[in-house]
C-alpha cells in the first residue's frame, strides 16, 4: 500500500525551529518528487515546497511565505522527506501535509499523508 | 503569479442532484496542470482529477472535469451522500515553479 506519515510536529515558540518528517513506503521514493502543503485552522490549501527526485537534479521550488525560512530535504536511503522550518511565525500554525508530487506532463499530488499539526505560539 | 477563483462558495444541494463547480484562472493555464481535490473534515485532501480531466485511480465515473485557458469546471452527475465535502482546483506556474491552489468551494446537504 502506497502510504506517507508525517511526524515532528507540536507546539513551538515563535523564532524557533521545528523539523518534521514524512516516512514514505509502498514506492519507489527515489524515482518521485515530494512536497509540503499546509492548511491553516479553518482556512485553504496553502503549498509550501516539493523537491524533485534525484534525476531530476533534486532542486527544491518554495512558496513566496516561507522561502528564506523553510527547507526541503530527502534522504532516499531511508524513504523520508524532512521539512525543516526556522524562524516560525504564529502564521505558519496549520496541518502540514506531505504528498507525492506528479513533475512530468502533468503536475499534481497524488498521495497524501494524513498530517501533522504545527502549533507556533508563546 | 496566476490567481484561481472557486466559485460559488458554497453550494447547497440534495443526493441525486448535479453539482457544478467552477474554478477561474487570472491568466491562461495549461489544461496538463490543473487538477481536482476532495477533502472532508478531518481528512488529508484526495485527488480526484488531474490534467482537468483525467481521473485519479478509483474515482467514480460520476466525477468528471472539463475546461481550457482560464475556465475549468468539476462536475459530479449525481451527488452520493460520500461527495459533500470542500472541493478545491490547483495549477502549477512553470514560469514560477509553484503550485497555487484555489479558495474551495463547499458542497453542502441542502
Known amino acids: 500500500e502506497v502510504q506517507l506519515v508525517e511526524s515532528g510536529g507540536g507546539l513551538v515558540q515563535p523564532g524557533r525551529s521545528l523539523r518534521l518528517s514524512c516516512t514514505a513506503s509502498g514506492f519507489t521514493f527515489g524515482d518521485y518528487a515530494m512536497s509540503w502543503v499546509r492548511q491553516a485552522p479553518g482556512k485553504g490549501l496553502e503549498w509550501v515546497g516539493f523537491i524533485r527526485s534525484k534525476a531530476y537534479g533534486g532542486t527544491t521550488e518554495y512558496a513566496a511565505s516561507v522561502k528564506g525560512r523553510f527547507t526541503i530535504s530527502r534522504d532516499d536511503s531511508k524513504s523520508i522527506a524532512y521539512l525543516q522550518m526556522n524562524s516560525l511565525k504564529t502564521e505558519d500554525t496549520a496541518v502540514y501535509y506531505c504528498?507525492?508530487?506528479?513533475?512530468?506532463?502533468?503536475?499534481?499530488?497524488?498521495?497524501w499523508g494524513k498530517g501533522t499539526t504545527v502549533t507556533v505560539s508563546s | 503569479e496566476i490567481v484561481l477563483t472557486q466559485s460559488p462558495g458554497t453550494l447547497s444541494l440534495s443526493p441525486g442532484e448535479r453539482a457544478t463547480l467552477s474554478c477561474r484562472a487570472s491568466?491562461?493555464?495549461?489544461?496538463?496542470?490543473l487538477a481536482w481535490y476532495q477533502q472532508k473534515p478531518g481528512q488529508a485532501p484526495r485527488l480526484l482529477i488531474y490534467g482537468a480531466s483525467s481521473r485519479a485511480t478509483g474515482i467514480p465515473d460520476r466525477f468528471s472535469g472539463s475546461g481550457s485557458g482560464t475556465d475549468f469546471t468539476l462536475t459530479i452527475s449525481r451527488l452520493e451522500p460520500e461527495d459533500f465535502a470542500v472541493y478545491y482546483c490547483q495549477q502549477y506556474g512553470s514560469s514560477q515553479g509553484l503550485f497555487t491552489f484555489g479558495p474551495g468551494t463547499k458542497v453542502d446537504i441542502k
Open positions: 504528498t507525492r508530487a506528479q513533475l512530468r506532463y502533468y503536475y499534481y499530488m497524488d498521495v
Open positions: 491568466q491562461s493555464v495549461s489544461s496538463s496542470y
